[in-house]
């Protein structure tokens, strides 16, 4: 009979010992190096991406914003109803060039009509009754003149006369009583002489000022004629200026009331643009710096003639002149166009393409890609001033660093990825 030998069997109970050990400690060791491992890095495919090379040199900063282009305020003109009134036609449509004196619309009102003929009858009866006054103190004042003369030829002959007398006395030839008699009697003939000249004198006064209160009530009612003329005029709707009708805001038959807006006129040969700047870009502007205006067809230079002192729903208003010589034909009020303003000019300084994210004054984490172009790593950058496509870098690249400038938010877990 075999006999089992206890030897054996503890061999091989520490065999079975020690392959636990090893299968126990080769799996805690792996389970270490596994989570020392870095994650596998999160591919992306090179052509997708939108990467820059960091620069040195001169960087031109600008602000760029939408807008329209626009009639001066002075080269346009709305033209509002005078009265209360109807539209009975209209002349002349919208896009017409029109002259100052062209009809654009006609407009009827019978109680402005009537009110100029009621006025206009106000005005001549004051003038009839001006001429009438004048024949009235006229003949007056020659009668006065004639009183005046009687009593200054009374005074005269009875001054003679007491002259007469006084000299026939000192020869004895008439009583003393004649001669005080005659002396009594020019002297009251004098001062009456001189009462009706005073008279004379302040009938030319009273004449000056009934006739200045007469033609003061003329020249008000002309006032109000010419004003109800003017009114009954304005029925007729004139351009005003030399442009092209923009609007007519009203339709045949439409009630119209002092004030209502009828027809806008402007002269397109002088434009300017209208931009709309974001608030935060547009703090650098100043009146005087140069702009460039894109049309479509074709980019107008100008220079910044206003900026509004306040923002309305995040952007501030702008606007530029542009070189009337260089409008392209076709242009028009209204036409949307694309504005760039030149700030400044900063000299030496390390810049690089505009990062989807990056906004002036900030620090952000871009990609920066290997030298063999196979990996990209992320780093913090410090950006500093701002242009509409370039942006300065203070701190966290150098020049000849190459930076994915697309946007990366998909991998904002990692700090690794491999260009494939």
């Known amino acids: ?56 040199g001169d960087m031109i900063r600008q602000v760029r ?20 009134a109807r539209v009975e036609k209209i002349v002349v449509k919208v896009s017409t060039v029109v002259k100052p004196d062209t009809i654009i619309l ?19 009866s004051a003038e009839a009754t001006l001429a009438d006054l004048k024949v009235q103190l006229l003949s007056g004042k020659l009668t006065q003149e004639s009183i005046s003369a009687k009593a200054k030829s009374d005074e005269t002959q009875a001054r003679l006369q007491a002259d007469t007398d006084q000299r026939l006395l000192t020869e004895g030839l008439v009583p003393e ?50 004003l109800k003329k003017s009114q009954v005029d304005a029925l007729h709707v004139r351009a005003g200026i030399d442009g092209v009708v923009q609007s007519i805001p009203v339709e045949i038959g439409a009630h119209v009331t002092p004030g209502t807006n009828l027809v806008k006129v402007s002269n397109p040969n002088k434009l300017m643009a ?29 220079k910044v003639i206003r900026k509004d002192p306040a923002a309305v729903n995040g952007t501030v208003t702008v606007d530029c002149s542009l070189d009337i010589a260089t409008l392209p034909k076709g242009t028009f009020p209204d036409m949307t166009v694309e504005g760039t303003v030149t700030l400044e000019k900063l000299d030496n300084i390390i810049y690089v393409g505009r990062p989807v994210h990056g906004q002036e004054n900030s620090t952000v984490g871009l990609f920066k890609i290997s030298d063999d172009g196979k990996t990209a790593e992320r780093v913090q950058v410090k950006l500093g001033r701002a242009s509409v496509n370039t942006i300065e870098v203070l701190d966290g690249l150098r020049p000849g660093d190459k930076v994915i400038l697309s946007d990366t938010s998909a991998f904002d877990n990692s700090d690794r990825i491999r260009l494939s």
Do not use: C
């Open 1 to 56: 009979m075999d006999i089992q030998r206890k030897s054996s069997a503890k061999k091989k109970l520490i065999k079975r010992a020690i392959y636990v050990v090893l299968i126990v400690v080769v799996g805690v060791g792996g389970t270490l190096a596994l989570n020392r491992l870095k994650p596998a890095a999160q591919s992306v495919e090179a052509a997708t991406i939108w990467p820059d090379t960091v620069k040195r």
């Open 65 to 84: 914003g939408l807008g329209k282009l626009t009639v001066y305020p002075e080269d346009t003109r709305w033209i509002p109803a005078m009265t209360d």
């Open 106 to 124: 006609e407009l009827s009102d019978p109680v402005a009509q009537q009110a100029m003929a009621d006025a206009d009858f106000q005005l001549k």
């Open 177 to 226: 009583i004649t001669a005080k008699k005659s002396s009594l009697t020019a002297d009251a003939l004098s001062n009456s002489s001189r009462i009706e000249q005073e008279r004379l004198a302040i009938q030319d006064q009273s004449i000056k000022a009934q006739l200045d209160s007469q033609q003061a009530k003329i020249d008000g009612l002309k006032q109000l004629y010419n």
């Open 274 to 302: 209208e931009l709309n700047i974001t608030e935060t870009q547009a703090k650098d502007i100043v009146v005087g710096q140069d702009a460039s205006i894109d049309t479509r067809s074709a980019v107008i230079p100008g």
